[in-house]
């Protein structure tokens, strides 16, 4: 056992002033992040948090979604005893700075353990509990991941099943450790097989004072490896070193103020980034009180129809949250909730509608800040600041210490070396020191990077008169449902298999709730035929994870095609948005009794937009309500529509 004697702990992040404007993190930026910044791993970020913050509550996990009920509260200096404990199993385990720690857990204090004992111990490995078993084995030799630690319930996702079955599937696997679910029994699990371990009875037998492996983490050391590129394609792995983690821990502390007097819930899953990173890292490099909402987070039901009530118990200052889950907390009541603590409500992951931001301002009082993350730089990128209103669709400042480019796009759609001037579109490019250290296989490497080393995003926008970034659209394809980052390559293939099927393409439509619902279009053999039910179960059956199933497939007589031959998606996500907001004015028609040719006509305007044109003579009396309604609901959609009386 080494002697090494641990380093004194040093103060935990914080705010050096408010950030609200460009030149306050141009003030920041005077002092050089060499001397702004000396903490090295995440390792160290809780060694120093647990010495500043003992026994105040870091992270509250929710039985279930009654105010009511007891939570299950750990402190700082609990939750670094249980790091170092996981750490001290993970390095008796045989894991070290260059092996892999897969997770599979859903919300739960454990999976706090798993994610900073497998960083102070090797590289930990989140995996999505929804793939599918082919999947998460690709990933995990991919990653060569030594141990598993895994929930010992079905309840959630089928996990432990699951981990069961992936142990002999992957080869550098030699250890399954069993989390057990709160409140369990002990010794309710029964006999567990060989290869397979009880991971808090082995966790409790290790010292939780230190590390014993006595390894100095440097900043360059690989801390995880998350999965990106979308969770329906190929394995492809990002590392992200402790450097980039830690730096993105103290930028969002520095641009949001958050401090020990702030509480908040974090909902987003623990296999992603905007989990892992800037909602719980950050928040516990400062002091923050951490909320977990039940094993299923945000998923269940009943947190989300007692949201309201929760707030007024636990008093979070904080709210974040995707906007599919902003849309469902909209439709949720105050019914007198008092939820006068929430000081901040910030979203990201996907485009939020300025309907839903103006909605959300009008019902709660409430401004939905917006951020930008891509697991390529350790989940943040821009954030709008407390204190700063931006239209929707601004996402805010550069972190301190990075650089921001807007660059024209190529003939091809790739980031040229062209800069664009002060509120012109193009291709939002990166580096910052929280880039993340490129991928797994250097083959993916390709064309995350331009030529002199920036990250090509693949996000259009273009900065305003104040600096702030504001997002416009996506050069990729990728289709967004709910922040899933859906390839549709993996649809057309599945879809491409069927014997009459000659061309076809998936696109997003839009959709209120999910911002995108996958879609496919396609073409049949001349002399073919195929029912489009036929064709959606045929490729519903060859698509692994839910989020990707097509809602729908749509045979059309031809594709539409670019001069150079290539099938014009813009076109097909038009039809697309055309066809649901056919689907809504028939819906208000029919509420308003109006048949006929007095029902509105839905008409394409370019390939972003429509126009919806309501005949007054035809409509009578109703051509006011049926604007309004119609205006309401398709300004719901993200898709440019027009309501207009003629």
């Given at each position: ?447 995350a990077f331009t030529a002199d080393g920036w990250l090509a995003t693949g996000d259009l926008g273009w900065l305003d008169a104040e600096g702030r970034l504001n997002l416009s659209g996506r050069s990729k394809d990728l289709i967004i449902r709910s922040g899933h980052n859906i390839d549709p390559k993996v649809i057309e293939d599945a879809l491409g298999a069927h014997p009459s099927v000659q061309l076809c393409a998936a696109v997003g439509a839009p959709d209120a709730y999910a911002g995108e619902l996958p879609v496919v279009f396609a073409t049949l053999i001349p002399g073919a035929s195929a029912s489009e039910s036929e064709l959606l179960d045929f490729t519903a059956a060859r698509v692994d994870e839910a989020p990707a199933k097509p809602r729908s497939v749509i045979v059309i ?90």
């Open positions: 056992m080494s002697s090494r004697i641990e380093p004194r702990a040093a103060a935990p992040f914080s705010a050096s002033f408010p950030i609200r404007s460009l030149d306050d993190i141009r003030r920041l930026e005077a002092t050089p992040l060499a001397d702004a910044l000396t903490v090295r791993s995440t390792y160290e970020i809780f060694r120093n948090a647990g010495a500043a913050f003992g026994d105040k509550t870091a992270l509250t996990f929710l039985r279930s979604g009654d105010p009511a009920d007891e939570p299950i509260r750990w402190s700082y200096a609990q939750l670094l005893a249980g790091i170092h404990q996981t750490a001290n199993l993970l390095h008796r385990l045989g894991v070290g700075p260059d092996d892999a720690v897969a997770v599979l857990l859903p919300g739960c204090l454990d999976y706090h353990l798993a994610l900073w004992g497998g960083e102070a111990a090797g590289i930990v490995q989140p995996l999505n509990p929804l793939l599918t078993d082919d999947k998460l084995v690709a990933l995990m030799t991919a990653g060569r991941a030594k141990v598993l630690i895994a929930y010992g319930s079905d309840a959630d996702s089928g996990m432990w099943a699951k981990a069961m079955r992936l142990r002999g599937q992957v080869p550098t696997l030699t250890t399954l450790l069993r989390v057990a679910p709160h409140d369990e029994a002990p010794g309710s699990a029964g006999e567990l097989p060989a290869g397979v371990a009880d991971f808090g009875a082995l966790r409790a037998a290790e010292p939780d004072d230190r590390l014993v492996s006595g390894r100095d983490i440097a900043p360059g050391d690989i801390a995880a490896y998350f999965h990106t590129g979308g969770t329906t394609g190929a394995p492809k792995l990002a590392r992200h070193s402790h450097g980039a983690q830690v730096f993105t821990a103290w930028a969002s502390v520095n641009m949001t103020g958050q401090g020990p007097n702030d509480t908040s819930i974090n909902g987003y899953p623990l296999f992603h980034v905007a989990g892992v990173l800037p909602a719980s890292l950050a928040s516990l490099s400062a002091g923050v009180e951490v909320i977990i909402p039940t094993t299923t987070l945000l998923r269940n039901k009943q947190v989300l129809a007692n949201y309201w009530r929760l707030v007024e118990t636990y008093r979070p200052t904080s709210l974040s949250a995707v906007p599919t889950v902003l849309a469902a907390l909209a439709n949720v009541p105050l019914d007198g909730a008092d939820i006068s603590s929430i000081n901040y409500c910030r979203t990201g992951a996907a485009v939020l509608a300025p309907e839903l931001a103006a909605r959300f301002e009008r019902l709660f009082g409430l401004h939905v800040h917006e951020s930008l993350g891509m697991t390529e730089m350790a989940g943040i990128s821009t954030i709008t600041p407390p204190g700063v209103v931006g239209p929707a669709g601004c996402v805010g400042f550069r972190l301190p210490y990075s650089q921001l480019r807007i660059v024209a796009l190529d003939e091809h759609g790739n980031a040229s070396e062209r800069d664009l001037p002060v509120g012109e579109q193009g291709m939002v490019l990166f580096k910052s020191p929280n880039l993340f250290s490129g991928f797994v296989d250097p083959a993916d490497n390709a064309k007589e031809t594709m539409p095609m670019t001069n150079v031959g290539k099938i014009y998606k813009p076109e097909l996500r038009a039809m697309a948005a055309r066809k649901v907001a056919t689907a809504m004015v028939d819906e208000a028609c029919a509420a308003l009794g109006i048949a006929g040719p007095a029902r509105p006509q839905v008409q394409a305007d370019g390939d972003s937009a429509l126009r919806v044109l309501i005949d007054a003579a035809a409509t009578g009396t109703q051509a006011e309500s049926l604007r309004q309604q119609l205006h309401d609901a398709l300004g719901r959609l993200p898709f440019k529509t027009q309501v207009l009386l003629k």
